[in-house]
């Protein structure tokens, strides 16, 4: 059995259950592949085993088999460019597999660059001026520190990062409720066609699969599954965005509250969790210093640079923008000096850097390498 042959099996089943989660993972685990849960002639000993699943469910899964081609979805599939990724892959990501029931695949337009940080940006679809306002100068300011932005495409908050984070040179992920060849709302097509060129769309859904109304809140389990933290500028009560934010604290990402009018519908959500325990944000100071990555640094660096990068820890970062900052080939004494870290740390850092092809050691200092 081939990777590829899994992917086939997987899409067609995925197709005909409507990503339904719970029932996809018990079939895998059950059959030991989706090839084999998707040839097997009848599903009595699956039942025999998880009887909680109705027999409806099972009577759907083996009356619509009959209705597609595994082989002509996957054709079809390709057909739109449109790429698909198992946990087994390296092009999986590596942050979306630590969460709790992370999908059993993702389909993917675009790319985007697995060792840059990624934050999440989410709010209400109907901001105010100031919600639109403070989300332009907070994806703003993370794109200028290389952070990839994530979000959901949705109306609101979320177009305003995708599209604030490629007029400023960013790349964006945006994670949809439907197929990739769907885009929702349509009045964003432009706009995700901006995104591919500059980072990915993703989904767990196959292609031509609607945008449902019980698909968003699975959605947004992968938009906080992407991220080291999710940002959330005005949220109402009832937002999505609270779901999404709850979502990252079930997974041990941080969830960074933007504070507003005490009089504001809108910030009425956010007010919670800031209540909560949730960390007030008024700043990118504020989601850098939660992080460990170095604030009192000021980064005007390009995506390009790589500063803050998932594979670095606090002192690589911290010595990567010295190094970055300065204009010259820095010793390690003017290092150390403008780090506040030990001479022999340093040195353990530098050779760890050097070792990463990241800085290169000459006469008179390090430099960033090419």
Request: charged content about 20%; hydrophobic content about 40%.
């Amino acid at each position: 059995m081939t990777l590829d042959c899994e992917k086939i099996y997987y899409n067609a089943l995925n197709i005909i259950t409507d990503c339904n989660y719970g029932l996809l993972s018990k079939l895998k685990a059950f059959y030991g592949s989706f090839e084999s849960a998707w040839t097997a002639s009848n599903y009595d000993d699956f039942l025999n085993v998880n009887p909680h699943f109705a027999l409806e469910t099972i009577e759907n899964l083996t009356s619509k088999k009959g209705t597609i081609d595994p082989l002509k979805e996957w054709e079809k599939m390709k057909s739109l460019e449109i790429k698909m990724y198992l946990p087994e892959d390296d092009e999986y990501p590596t942050l979306l597999k630590e969460i709790p029931s992370f999908p059993l695949a993702i389909y993917q337009l675009g790319d985007f660059d697995q060792l840059q940080a990624t934050i999440g940006i989410v709010g209400t679809r109907k901001p105010t001026s100031y919600g639109k306002m403070v989300t332009e100068k907070i994806t703003k300011d993370l794109v200028e520190c290389g952070f990839i932005t994530v979000s959901g495409l949705a109306y609101g908050i979320d177009s305003v990062c995708h599209q604030i984070t490629l007029e400023n040179g960013g790349s964006t992920i945006a994670v949809l409720g439907c197929g990739l060849d769907i885009i929702f709302p349509p009045i964003n097509k432009r706009l995700a066609q901006k995104i591919i060129k500059r980072g990915a769309l993703i989904s767990e859904y196959a292609p031509s699969t609607p945008p449902l109304k019980h698909h968003f809140p699975a959605r947004n389990r992968i938009i906080s599954g992407l991220s080291l933290g999710v940002v959330v500028v005005e949220a109402p009560l009832k937002s999505g965005a609270l779901i999404t934010a709850r979502f990252a604290l079930d997974q041990n990402r941080e969830v960074f509250s933007v504070p507003g009018s005490i009089f504001s519908k809108n910030s009425e959500g956010t007010h919670q969790l800031i209540k909560s325990g949730s960390k007030l944000t008024s700043s990118i100071t504020d989601i850098l210093e939660e992080l460990n990555m170095i604030p009192e640094i000021k980064i005007t660096s390009s995506i390009d640079d790589k500063i803050f990068r998932a594979d670095l820890n606090i002192e690589e970062q911290k010595i990567i923008a010295i190094i970055k900052q300065a204009d010259h080939p820095i010793l390690v004494d003017e290092i150390a000096s403008l780090s506040q870290l030990p001479v022999s740390i340093v040195n353990q850092t530098l050779t760890l850097l050097e070792l990463k092809n990241l800085i290169k050691a000459e006469a008179n200092g390090y430099r960033l390498k090419a």
